[in-house]
T-cell receptor
């Protein structure tokens, strides 16, 4: 089945540690995105990529980094510089940046 | 830049009652409009979309939304809700021209009780 796979589903991290969230898609989509979701805040865009080896900052990129070495993969690293990393992280992909996005099941990150 | 306002953070209704979830957007150019649904601890699923043509769009599970350009609205309606419709609903917009990522509203939690 075609879709977007995020792993792990739950992740715990100690303060001061970097952690990488995985996102893989087999939809042959060019564009991929990372969103952060907090209660009552909706979805906020962290980073997006329209093509391999290129990506752009979204509205809340500080404390995060990404790479896009393959069309299928768009991992997100939450660095120790992110002041409040506990959140639900959603990865998405689309054929183009202004079309509908398809979402993964999310990763819930908790900093302990 | 575009923005989306969902006027209600929570909408409680009884089963089989009608419901309307409100969405207004702001943009200086033509837009595409979307409604997504999210069940607890899951990703978002596309419910319906307006790209062009008829301003009334419908989903397979009884929801519909109408694009109103003059009022810059895209309200979601269902004539009779079920318990299983309990979820959070997000309205989203993107601009038709150039590179434009989706901008989401803050969501409306629909709570259906028996």
């Amino acid at each position: 089945d075609g879709g977007i796979t995020q792993s792990p589903k739950y992740l715990f991290r100690k303060e001061g540690q970097n952690v990488t969230l995985s996102c893989e898609q087999n939809l042959n989509h060019d564009a991929m995105y990372w969103y952060r979701q907090d209660p009552g805040q909706g979805l906020r865009l962290i980073y997006y990529s329209q093509i391999v080896n290129d990506f752009q900052k979204g509205d809340i990129a500080e404390g995060y980094s990404v790479s896009r070495e393959k069309k299928e993969s768009f991992p997100l690293t939450v660095t120790s510089a992110q002041k409040n990393p506990t959140a639900f992280y959603l990865c998405a992909s689309s054929t183009g940046t202004n079309t509908e996005a398809f979402f993964g099941q999310g990763t819930r990150l908790t900093v302990v | 830049a575009q923005s989306v306002t969902q006027l209600d953070s929570q909408v409680p209704v009884f089963e089989e009652a009608p419901v309307e979830l409100r969405c207004n957007y702001s943009s200086s150019v033509s837009v595409y409009l979307f409604w997504y649904v999210q069940y607890p601890n899951q990703g978002l699923q596309l419910l319906l979309k307006y790209l062009s043509g008829s301003t009334l769009v419908k989903s397979i599970n009884g929801f519909e939304a109408e694009f109103n350009k003059s009022q810059t609205s895209f309200h979601l309606r269902k004539p009779s809700v079920h318990i299983s419709d309990t979820a959070e609903y997000f309205c989203a917009v993107s601009e038709k021209a150039g590179y434009s990522t989706l901008t989401f509203g803050k969501g409306t939690m629909l709570l259906v009780s028996p």
